[in-house]
């Protein structure tokens, strides 16, 4: 088990703690990350975008002039994609973009994550992550104790209203709970904090 420091919000120590082999210390799987991570963004687009075909217009077929004579090029029908208000060629239309992956890979490349954050001593342990009404500064003070000069997501066992009002705007801090924590938001953050509840509710979760 890895031995870390614990910390509080003002960034000093206050205690240890070894961190479970089982969520810190697993081999790197690039491929599955990847894998899992294409599968979250494709399962965030709604796939509802529609236009019309040359078909689906309202109007008619009818020719807008004769075939010959008239100095303009043939037309079959004011319809068509090269007329103002016409169909749209390969008119994009409703579909699912979602991706499936199973709950074993899902763990695999979260623990997997997880321990290569902690490879590259990009993840905090705090004691507790609160505030005592829903300010800002409290959030601020607390990133400039740490110095932290890059995205950070802190991972708290639970995050009650407060805390989301007082982080809600400063955009490089974004929050989870244990038990939404997905591998998308673990790599598109620099900074990793995490709770000592929140390991607990993970291993519990995740640990085989």
């Known amino acids: 088990m890895a031995k870390v420091k614990v910390y509080n919000?003002?960034?000093s120590e206050v205690g240890q703690m070894n961190l479970?082999?089982?969520?810190?210390?697993q081999e790197y799987n690039e491929a599955l990350?990847?894998?899992?991570?294409?599968?979250?963004n494709a399962n965030q687009r709604q796939g509802t975008k529609s236009t019309l075909?040359?078909?689906e217009v309202r109007g008619h077929a009818k020719k807008p002039w004769r075939q010959k004579g008239t100095g303009h090029a043939r037309q079959g029908s004011t319809k068509g994609p090269q007329w103002?208000?016409?169909g749209i060629v390969f008119a994009p239309k409703p579909r699912d973009f979602s991706k499936k992956v199973n709950k074993q890979k899902r763990r695999i490349a979260l623990v997997s994550a997880l321990s290569q954050k902690l490879a590259?001593?990009?993840?905090?342990?705090?004691?507790?992550?609160?505030?005592?009404a829903p300010k800002t500064k409290e959030v601020a003070n607390f990133v400039k104790a740490f110095k932290f000069d890059k995205s950070v997501l802190v991972v708290n066992d639970e995050n009650g209203k407060d805390i989301k009002l007082a982080t809600?705007?400063?955009p490089t801090v974004n929050i989870a709970e244990a038990d939404d924590l997905n591998v998308y938001e673990l790599i598109a953050n620099k900074n990793i904090v995490?709770?000592?509840?929140?390991?607990?509710?993970?291993?519990e979760a995740y640990a085989e």
């Open 9 to 11: 919000m003002q960034a």
């Open 20 to 25: 479970p082999d089982s969520l810190f210390a």
């Open 33 to 40: 990350i990847h894998e899992v991570v294409v599968a979250y």
């Open 53 to 55: 075909t040359r078909s």
């Open 84 to 86: 103002k208000g016409g």
């Open 120 to 132: 590259q001593n990009e993840v905090t342990v705090l004691d507790k992550f609160e505030v005592s």
């Open 168 to 170: 809600a705007n400063i």
């Open 194 to 203: 995490i709770t000592q509840s929140a390991i607990k509710l993970l291993e």
